[in-house]
């Protein structure tokens, strides 16, 4: 069997936003760019304390955070770029990681 390296959050982290900025962040296409199996990937987040779902949670939180701030794209063209199928879908989550709706987070900043 060959030996896989284990990734680092922070590989694993920026596969998932290079991803996310492509398209989208599947399991298997961020496996594949990190040069492992699905489920091998699956396994080291789990040694980690992760899992494959919070890491996407937590890139798409960072840059929705970071895209709110310092760009002029709408709310909308944030939500599709970040993946969601719509701004309300995109604005529900948002409203759940940060208590706060993001054209009120984006004033606020």
Same mark, same amino acid.
């Given at each position: 069997?060959?030996? !896989?390296? *284990?990734? &680092? %959050?922070?590989?694993?982290?920026?596969?998932?936003?290079?991803?996310? @900025? /492509? /398209?989208?962040?599947? +399991?298997?296409?961020?496996?594949?760019? +990190? $040069?492992? &199996?699905?489920?091998s990937?699956? %396994?080291? +987040?789990?040694?980690?304390?992760?899992?494959y779902?919070?890491?996407?949670?937590?890139? =798409?939180?960072?840059?929705? @955070? =970071?895209?709110? !701030?310092? &760009?002029?794209? #709408?709310?909308?063209?944030?939500?599709?770029?970040?993946?969601?199928?719509? *701004? #309300? #879908?995109? &604005?529900?989550?948002?409203? %759940?990681? *940060?208590? *706060?709706?993001? !054209?009120?987070?984006? $004033?606020? %900043?």
């Amino acid at each position: 069997m060959k030996p !896989v390296q *284990t990734p &680092s %959050r922070n590989s694993v982290r920026a596969a998932i936003a290079a991803l996310l @900025c /492509g /398209g989208g962040a599947a +399991l298997e296409r961020t496996a594949i760019q +990190l $040069g492992m &199996s699905p489920r091998s990937l699956q %396994r080291h +987040l789990a040694a980690m304390g992760t899992s494959y779902r919070d890491m996407v949670a937590e890139v =798409r939180l960072n840059a929705a @955070c =970071r895209l709110l !701030v310092e &760009s002029n794209e #709408s709310i909308s063209e944030i939500a599709l770029r970040l993946g969601y199928a719509g *701004t #309300s #879908s995109f &604005s529900r989550v948002f409203m %759940r990681w *940060t208590k *706060t709706q993001p !054209v009120i987070y984006r $004033g606020q %900043r």
